[in-house]
């Protein structure tokens, strides 16, 4: 079953805007990290942030993680054309070797 | 280094025909996984290894399906007697357990059942 449910669902913006996409969850979690995946490639993974954490940044990319609300946010500063793609998040409930529980994603169309 | 890999890339069988779904995990990688998507579904976490063994075999859809891995390395899917409802893409991953919970994830192998 899908624990993480993303909103929105789809997402167009322009080049150079921010992008904003959140991820809610229903259980306990160890861990969630945000994948991407480009039409017709692989799941690349994003960042990871952990429960005990509350905000990671790595270059355009800013996660927060609210527990108690269960949900997350990752924010893609100045978009580029090449950040067109779908974003999932995913909860791991263990630390170490753990399939995680992906949510259905939000397409992002960045418009030149 | 070289990624995940799988193979076959795209693979039509037709109803009822056995399959088998191969993934070459990062070398060193300890922890290998198997997970579906598709368009109903999404993306389902089917079955992992750590080492050879697999904890739990809970998310495989029926009995139909199953894993092996061998050697701590490369992991063969079967789905056997293929249903309409297999078709998907096949997406395979490993993880550097106790170091890492990033999991890096193969291509995919799109099964389409006719």
């Known amino acids: 079953s899908q624990q993480g449910e993303e909103d929105p669902q789809a997402l167009s913006i322009q080049e150079g805007e921010n992008a904003t996409m959140n991820c809610s969850y229903k259980t306990s979690i160890n861990n969630l990290q945000w994948y991407r995946q480009n039409s017709g490639r692989g799941l690349v993974h994003l960042i990871l942030i952990r429960s005990n954490e509350r905000e990671k940044h790595s270059g355009r990319l800013r996660v927060t993680l609210d527990t108690s609300k269960k949900s997350s946010s990752l924010l893609i500063t100045a978009s580029r054309a090449a950040d067109t793609a779908s974003y999932f998040c995913a909860t791991g409930i263990g630390g170490g070797a753990d399939g995680l529980t992906f949510g259905k994603g939000t397409h992002l169309i960045i418009q030149p | 280094g070289a990624g995940v890999s799988q193979s076959p890339s795209n693979k039509v069988t037709e109803k009822g025909k056995d399959v088998e779904l191969r993934c070459d995990p990062i070398?060193?990688?300890?922890?290998l996984y198997w997970y579906r998507q598709s368009l109903g579904q999404g993306l389902e976490f089917l079955i992992y290894?750590?080492?050879?063994?697999?904890?739990?075999k809970s998310g495989l859809p029926s009995d139909r399906f199953s894993a092996e891995r061998t050697g701590g390395s490369v992991s063969t899917l079967t789905i056997q007697r293929t249903q309409q409802e297999d078709s998907a893409v096949y997406l395979c991953a490993s993880s550097f357990y106790r170091v890492s919970v990033e999991q890096y994830f193969g291509p995919g192998t799109r099964l389409t059942v006719t």
């Open positions: 070398s060193g990688h300890t922890a």
């Open positions: 290894f750590q080492g050879n063994s697999a904890p739990d």
